[in-house]
């Protein structure tokens, strides 16, 4: 019952279309890699197709690391064994409406019915989930902090607007295959017999 009201929420959301105050407050940590993974720039003239919006299997959490973030607003703190479901905020979901007109709605309604069944699976494994339209996380764990951009490399459009990342405290975090997870990478991931 509550991804299904999540569900709602998000497509509640996704009709919103203001824009939240930014605040300038650092947080910083030295231990972080910052290198990224050059990804290739989507073609904007295309038609939005749903299977293109299907996140890459090659990508990793780390290649989103940074070494600090500005806008603590927008930042989520996270320091326990989770699932973060995240989603588009506001200003992203104007943004991509735009960019990507009626297909927009097609790519909403998929994702939100992939944000269910991995609520589903969640659930059944016991592994505590959460729902952000953050875009920043800083995952505190407990020998080393790990900060995420999810908007990607400055100028290019690596921006993540849907997907699941799992964090174990004595692990770096993961993403998760969001279409298709792989149960027993999670189970070993987050330990669970």
Not at 19 to 47: A, C, F, G, L, W
Not at 112 to 134: M, P
Request: contains cysteine.
């Amino acid at each position: 019952m509550k991804y299904i009201i999540a569900s709602v929420i998000v497509l509640l959301l996704f009709q919103a279309c203001s824009h939240q105050p930014e605040n300038q407050e650092d947080y910083n940590t030295d231990n972080i890699n910052s290198s990224r993974e050059q990804t290739k720039p989507v073609d904007k003239t295309s038609k939005i197709d749903t299977a293109e919006v299907a996140i890459s299997k090659s990508r990793t959490a780390r290649s989103y690391f940074v070494n600090s973030i500005k806008d603590s607003l927008n930042t989520e703190f996270i320091s326990e064994n989770l699932a973060v479901l995240f989603y588009p905020n506001d200003s992203i979901i104007s943004k991509l409406q735009r960019e990507w007109g009626e297909s927009f709605m097609t790519v909403a309604d998929d994702n939100s019915y992939y944000t269910y069944e991995l609520g589903e699976l969640f659930d059944s494994l016991k592994i505590k989930t959460i729902h952000s339209n953050k875009r920043h996380f800083v995952f505190k764990g407990n020998h080393k902090d790990y900060i995420m951009d999810l908007n990607g490399v400055q100028g290019q459009s690596d921006s993540i607007y849907w997907d699941v990342v799992l964090f174990n405290v004595v692990r770096e975090p993961i993403f998760v295959d969001y279409v298709e997870p792989d149960i027993a990478k999670i189970k070993d991931y987050m330990r669970i017999e």
